[in-house]
């Protein structure tokens, strides 16, 4: 009997595994096949038709999303050759989120924002010299700047200046480790700041009269608090759309959990790419920081992640239950062992109750 | 922070601490002395101190790292055979190489990656220290020491290229790699352990140890 139980679990777990590679939008099977990312690289992405819809040095994959800066929503249905093709899907209406004061209500207690780069090296071609320095590159500097530029909103801020070379795979596992230690000093955001890779001059665009670099908003679709850092993100964008048009480049909803599962106001910043001027990325990011105050009073924002976190709260506790059923099944060997098992632990939970050792 | 923020990372602190109970209930440890242990690290998970100050320095967190690493060296120093001892240590050297040419073999964009590196790394020790270690106690020794064995690299790499930077053992306390992998080592070892005795079409009593 627990002989079949478990080549029917095998069975079951070889068959999702297949099913969802073959599903459209799975975001584990095809990256298997994807190539690596290259240094020097960057992946296109174009609609149907072929037309270019953004460049990002980020890898794209089968199901990735992207809110473009006039909020048109493309998702990603194939990938070759390091070129995305993206189906439009929606216009995104991110009205509700915009905020209702500019400036930090006086009851709203003022968000303390962490800043850490996990791709230390990451650095400015025009202003650095190159694009990545084994040590403390450009990115930096444009952190530095963010601080300086949330500071003058009147927030505190953390700023961790870790180093987490090699740019390699560990580095997202050794930065969840200064992302964990910022929240537990009292940080309330986290800005993971990056800057991009992409053709020349992809970023730099004109903003409020200013020559700036834009930012990327990245979420991570690998982690449960994903539908509250997009509501974030989102919200972030609304109020860059009214404040500073086009500042924000869009948000690419991409395969990665980029250790967003620690807070549900995290968010990953491309600020620029390796093309751009420093000191244009600079005032991008402090653009940005101005709006941090009124995206942390907006009621809209803290009304929709109440309503994702019940609603991800019921789906965890479903989970919960139908794994721990799962194992109880498997653990006891058959349906009706369970059953008898679970009842008697409820009869076990009764004589407890009533202060009785159990018989 | 609303009611329901607040009510769904009560909840997941919850199932992460119920699976970790799980887990170490595993390791022929008593109810009390799971308790201790999960109580040592989530209060420890607060306490952090640098063990070399200056430009390339190494901090700790207590929780993360150093009382999973002491439940590790314990299970060890209380192995009933001196080939089971052998056996974990060479699982912790298998694990600390794999996770080290792992983390450079990969392209370094998550999205490149065919799993999440936050869980990869974790499921991937586990699995390695399983391999080698052949036993549930094995597969946490392994998990656990081979994580930090492979922190201490990266930080001695840091220091032979003389690059200014932090390392951290266990630096996201209970939630770190380094407690993860030895949860998961266990989880597999539980898992693999059940389909070879399912497989077998039930226990046998050959004289195996967990």
């Known amino acids: 009997m627990r002989r ?41 992405i174009v609609d149907e038709s072929g037309h270019p819809i953004v460049s990002t040095g980020l890898g794209v994959v089968v199901g990735d999303e992207f809110v473009t800066t006039d909020n048109r929503v493309f998702v990603v249905v194939a990938v070759r050759d390091r070129v995305a093709t993206a189906r439009f899907e929606r216009q995104e209406d991110l009205g509700p989120y915009l905020p209702a004061s500019t400036v930090l209500l006086s009851a709203a207690a003022p968000p303390a924002v962490g800043i850490y780069h996990t791709h230390s090296d990451e650095s400015y071609i025009p202003s650095d010299g190159t694009s990545a320095i084994d040590d403390r590159g450009g990115i930096y500097d444009v952190g530095a700047a963010l601080a300086r530029a949330l500071q003058q909103a009147g927030l505190a801020v953390l700023h961790d200046e870790a180093v987490h070379l090699p740019h390699d795979a560990g580095a997202y596992a050794r930065s969840r480790r200064t992302a964990a230690n910022l929240l537990r000093q009292g940080a309330n955001v986290l800005f993971d700041v990056h800057r991009d890779a992409g053709p020349a001059a992809e970023y730099s665009r004109t903003v409020d009269g200013t020559t700036v670099a834009q930012v990327m908003l990245v979420v991570g679709r690998q982690n449960p608090a994903m539908a ?6 989102q919200a972030l964008k609304a109020a860059a759309d009214q404040r500073f048009p086009g500042l924000i480049r869009g948000i690419l909803y991409a395969h990665g959990n980029y250790n967003q599962d620690l807070s549900p106001h995290s968010l990953l910043l491309e600020v620029g790419d390796d093309h751009s001027q420093k000191e244009d990325a600079e005032k991008g990011a402090a653009m940005l920081a ?22 991800v709260l019921f789906w965890l506790l479903m989970a919960v239950v139908l794994g721990g059923g799962t194992y109880l099944v498997i653990a006891s060997g058959g349906v009706l062992q369970a059953a008898t098992r679970l009842g008697h632990i409820w009869e076990s939970l009764k004589t407890m109750i009533r202060g009785r050792r159990p018989a | ?8 990372l009560i909840a997941a602190a919850a199932v992460y601490f119920g699976l970790a109970e799980r887990a170490l209930d595993r390791m022929r440890l008593t109810d009390r002395q799971v308790l201790v242990v999960l109580v040592l690290i989530a209060v420890a998970s607060l306490v952090n101190f640098t063990v070399v100050p200056g430009p390339i ?10 009382v999973p690493a002491a439940v590790a060296v314990w299970l060890l120093a209380t192995a009933d055979t001196a080939r089971e001892k052998t056996r974990t240590i060479v699982g912790v050297v298998i694990t600390a190489g794999f996770l080290y040419a792992l983390a450079r073999l990969m392209p370094a964009e998550p999205a490149q990656m065919f799993a999440e590196p936050t ?18 106690r094995g597969a946490f020794v392994a998990g656990v020491l081979g994580t930090v064995v492979q922190d201490l690299a990266q930080y001695l790499s840091l220091l032979y290229r003389g690059v200014p930077g ?4 266990g630096g996201a ?17 539980e898992m693999v352990g059940e389909v070879r005795e399912a497989w077998q079409g039930g226990p046998r009593n050959r004289g195996e140890r967990l």
Request: charged residues 5%; contains cysteine; proline residues 6%.
């Open chain 2, 57 to 66: 320095s190494l901090r700790v967190n207590l929780g993360g790292s150093v």
């Open chain 1, 4 to 44: 079949l139980w478990f080549l029917a679990l095998v069975v079951a777990v070889i068959s999702a595994g297949v099913l969802a590679g073959a599903m459209p939008g799975c975001a584990l099977a095809p990256a298997v096949f994807e190539p690596p990312e290259l240094s020097d690289g960057y992946y296109s």
């Open chain 2, 1 to 8: 922070m609303p009611v329901g923020m607040i009510a769904l």
């Open chain 2, 173 to 189: 306390g209970a939630f770190d790699t380094t407690v993860l992998a030895g949860l998961v080592g266990v989880a597999v070892a």
């Open chain 2, 166 to 169: 932090s390392t951290w053992l």
């Open chain 1, 290 to 311: 101005s709006l941090v105050p009124a995206v942390w009073n907006s009621p809209a924002l803290w009304q929709t992640q109440e309503r994702i976190s019940w609603s």
């Open chain 1, 228 to 233: 509250n850092n997009l509501a974030f993100a």
């Open chain 2, 119 to 136: 869980y990869l790394f974790g499921v991937t020790a586990g699995l390695v220290a399983y391999l080698a270690g052949r036993s549930r």
